[in-house]
T-cell receptor, first 115, second 112 residues
Framework: DAGVIQSPRHEVTEMGQEVTLRCKPI?????LFWYRQTMMRGLELLIY????????DSGMPEDRFSAKMPNASFSTLKIQPSEPRDSAVYFC?????????????FGPGTRLTVL | GQQLNQSPQSMFIQEGEDVSMNCTSS?????WLWYKQDPGEGPVLLIA?????ELTSNGRLTAQFGITRKDSFLNISASIPSDVGIYFC????????????FGKGTTLSVSS
């Protein structure tokens, strides 16, 4: 079975450029989560969706970050404009439960480097 | 925000040794999960716990949901080199609609 799919796996960009990260959750899962992982701060929840609706975006660091889920099989996380401090590994996860906090399944991550 | 205190931060052990790590909080959780992350990969779920006092095993791994609902531990018996990685605890507060909170992780190194 296909797990959570993320693309690209690696992204290197220059400061000020727009970055779009993509995620395809596991088919049939109701909830989708975006996380950011750094050495300093560990794994941080940025935003999560239930049935394609954003539920909690309090973890989004600032207005430069935005996330969308236009349908049950696709989500994007966009950073515009990007800054060097955005460099991190970004994970997408999905869960088969509503209120989506049990048994989340993670994708392989996108390693973002902003120069 | 809510915090999970995971310890130890890192461990260096010999192959064959047993390992124990734990997570504690000042808040009550209704779910505890343990994940392992290999280099360059996303975290993979190892064990899920849903009831206070629950003790669950997955091969050489054993995890328990603390009676107070404020802590959990993970034990690995007879460690092997492939146990190397970062282990995360994650908990869900006893409130409807809340997301998981993750610990900072325990980095395990195993020498053969």
């Amino acid at each position: 079975d296909a797990g959570v799919i993320q693309s690209p796996r690696h992204e290197v960009t220059e400061m000020g450029q727009e970055v779009t990260l993509r995620c395809k959750p596991i088919s049939g899962h109701n909830s989708l989560f975006w996380y950011r992982q750094t050495m300093m701060r560990g794994l941080e929840l940025l935003i999560y969706f239930n049935n394609n609706v954003p539920i909690d975006d309090s973890g989004m660091p600032e207005d430069r970050f935005s996330a969308k889920m236009p349908n049950a099989s696709f989500s994007t996380l966009k950073i515009q404009p990007s800054e060097p401090r955005d460099s991190a590994v970004y994970f997408c996860a999905s869960s088969p439960r509503l209120a989506g906090s049990n048994e989340q399944f993670f994708g392989p991550g996108t390693r973002l480097t902003v120069l | 925000g809510q915090q999970l205190n995971q310890s130890p931060q890192s461990m260096f052990i010999q192959e064959g040794e047993d390992v124990s790590m734990n997570c504690t909080s000042s808040s009550i959780f209704n779910t505890w999960l343990w994940y392992k992350q290999d280099p360059g990969e996303g975290p993979v779920l190892l064990i899920a716990l849903y009831k206070a006092g629950e003790l669950t095993s997955n091969g050489r791994l054993t995890a328990q949901f603390g009676i107070t609902r404020k802590d959990s531990f993970l034990n690995i018996s007879a460690s092997i080199p492939s146990d190397v990685g970062i282990y995360f605890c994650a908990g869900r507060l006893n409130q409807a609609g809340t997301a998981l909170i993750f610990g900072k992780g325990t980095t395990l190194s195993v020498s053969s």
